[in-house]
């Protein structure tokens, strides 16, 4: 009976979130809407710049001005932070008394990967086709088809070449088979064993 009164609540909060963006709070609480489900969130109630399509967008993701920020299709970030304008400058307004201002805009392009705890700074265009490492601080464009990390974040690598890394080794795991080729596999029990016996099983018994 608790279980099916949850259950409602849920379906209430979602509801109303979705379609008139009331309860918001409540809905981030107690439905914890997945990367997909909160992007599609942001993207009904206009609350970035501009959004494309099959967008993930995780709730610790930190977006400080989302007027300022676009993405393009396929956007996928997760605990990272996007600064639009630099905080800095309220103090240096009361300091000098001069008129101040400094904001910036950033731009995701299509199929573009930003990792945890990344830092996206104004004024920058990321992609597409790029990938930005987690623990990175972009402070310049990343340039189409290259994968950048570090403090600031530099070019690592490009994308077509770590996509054939990927490509090559997924097809030597055991599990390959287990796998969509279209999605992320999702954890089963069976997928998690195999994994589990590939990562610590050969080294016992080694």
């Known amino acids: 009976m608790l279980s099916a009164v949850r259950q409602l609540f849920r379906a209430f909060l979602r509801k109303n979130a979705m379609q008139s963006g009331r309860f918001v709070g409540l809905y ?51 605990g990272c932070t996007l600064f639009g304008h630099d905080g800095s400058v309220n103090m240096l307004k009361k300091m000098s008394g001069l008129c101040l201002d400094s904001v910036g805009k950033i731009d995701i392009r299509d199929n573009v990967f930003i990792g945890h705890r990344a830092i996206i700074m104004p004024n920058v265009t990321i992609g597409p086709n790029a990938i930005v490492a987690a623990g990175s601080v972009v402070t310049r464009d990343v340039p189409p088809n290259t994968i950048v990390g570090g403090v600031p974040a530099k070019p690592i690598g490009t994308v077509d070449a770590y996509l054939k890394r990927c490509e090559e080794r997924t097809n030597a795991l055991p599990w390959r088979h287990l796998l969509a080729a279209d999605s992320f596999a999702p954890a089963t029990e069976e997928l998690t064993r195999m994994r589990c016996a590939y990562f610590f099983e050969a080294d016992r018994d080694g």
């Not at 009904?44 to 993930?56: A, E, F, I, P």
Request: charged share 25%.
């Open 28 to 78: 981030r609480k107690f439905c914890n809407p997945d990367g997909a489900e909160w992007a599609s969130f942001l993207k009904r109630h206009h609350v970035l710049y501009q959004m494309g399509d099959d967008c993930v967008v995780q709730m610790n993701v930190e977006i400080t001005d989302p007027k300022h920020v676009r993405l393009g299709n396929n956007v996928r970030m997760t």
